[in-house]
C-alpha cells in the first residue's frame, strides 16, 4: 500500500509574455487601442480591463494543472462546466501490475497525515503492536509511526482490506471494471484540469466546502498568481 498527499503541477500553454502579447492583441481587435510593446504595458493594459469587469478576454489563454488527489476531490473538479478533465481510469489501470509497484496508492487527508505526527509520503506494510498500537512501517526509509488513535486506525485498517480484496480479485481473474467497485474513495486519482483565465478565475472565487479541495485549490491559486499575475491581480 502506497501512501501520499494531494499536490498539484502546473502546465502552462504558452510562455507568459507570450500569453500578455496575444490578449493584448484581442483587446487591440475589441477597441482598437493602441497594442502595448513591451510587458510590463501589456500587464497594465489587461489589469485594467479585469478591474473592470471586462473578463472575456481572460478566455484566450489558460493552463492546464496535473492533480494527484483522490476519487472523491476529483469529482469537486467536475462540476465546473468549462473546464476540460481527464481523469485516470481504474478501467485501464490494473494496479496489480508491476508499473503501480503491485500495490494500490491512498491519499491522506491532512487531518490524517499530521495529526499527531506526520505520516511521510511512501510504501507501507501494518501491523498491530499490543502496547503501542497499529505499526506503520514504510518498507522503503524502514522508519514506523504507530498510530493510537481508533478512528484512524480503522482508516488504515479498511484501506488495507480493500487492497488485500481488490488484488486478490484481480489475481484471480475478476474483470478490471468490477475489481475497481472495491476501491475507495479515498484512492488516488490523477487529473488534468484544463481551463481558460477566466474559467480559473471563476474556480478560485468559488466557495468549496470541502476542506481539503479547498486548501489544493488555495495552492494553486497562490502559484498562478505569481506565474500569471496580470490575469489574478483582481482576486484577494
Known amino acids: 500500500m502506497y501512501l501520499q498527499r494531494p499536490k498539484f503541477e502546473i502546465m502552462p500553454h504558452l510562455a507568459y509574455e507570450e500569453m500578455l ?8 481587435v ?19 480591463r479585469l478591474e473592470n469587469g ?7 489563454v489558460g493552463f492546464s494543472v496535473v492533480l494527484t488527489v483522490d476519487r472523491g476531490m476529483a469529482q469537486e473538479f467536475s462540476r465546473h462546466g468549462i473546464a476540460h478533465l481527464i481523469q485516470e481510469n481504474p478501467l485501464y489501470c490494473d494496479y496489480s501490475k508491476a508499473i503501480f509497484g503491485s500495490q494500490v496508492s491512498f491519499i491522506m487527508p491532512n487531518a490524517i ?7 511521510p509520503e511512501g510504501p507501507y506494510e501494518m501491523a498491530h503492536d499490543i502496547f503501542k498500537g497499529l505499526a506503520l512501517k514504510n518498507t522503503e526509509t524502514k522508519e514506523t509511526r504507530y498510530v493510537t488513535d481508533l ?3 480503522a482508516w488504515f485498517l479498511g484501506l488495507k482490506e480493500a487492497e488485500e ?11 478490471l471494471e468490477n475489481a475497481s467497485g472495491l476501491l475507495p474513495s479515498a484512492t488516488k486519482a490523477e487529473v488534468v484540469i484544463t481551463a481558460n ?3 480559473w478565475g471563476f474556480i478560485f472565487e468559488t466557495h468549496i466546502e470541502n476542506s481539503e479541495v479547498r486548501s489544493i485549490v488555495s495552492d494553486i491559486f497562490i502559484s498562478a498568481k505569481r506565474l500569471f499575475p496580470a490575469f489574478f491581480s483582481h482576486i484577494d
Not at 475589441?30 to 489589469?47: A, C, G, H, S
Not at 471586462?54 to 484566450?60: A, D, K, Q, R
Not at 497525515?113 to 505520516?119: K, L, N, S
Open 21 to 28: 502579447a496575444l490578449v493584448c492583441r484581442a483587446i487591440h
Open 30 to 48: 475589441f477597441d482598437k487601442t493602441q497594442d502595448p510593446v513591451t510587458p510590463v504595458y501589456r500587464e497594465v493594459t489587461i489589469k485594467a
Open 54 to 60: 471586462i473578463f472575456s478576454f481572460g478566455e484566450c
Open 113 to 119: 497525515r499530521t495529526i499527531p505526527y506526520i505520516i
Open 151 to 153: 478512528g484512524r486506525i
Open 165 to 175: 480484496k481488490y488484488l486478490g480479485a484481480v489475481k484471480n481473474g475478476l474483470e
Open 197 to 199: 483565465m477566466r474559467e
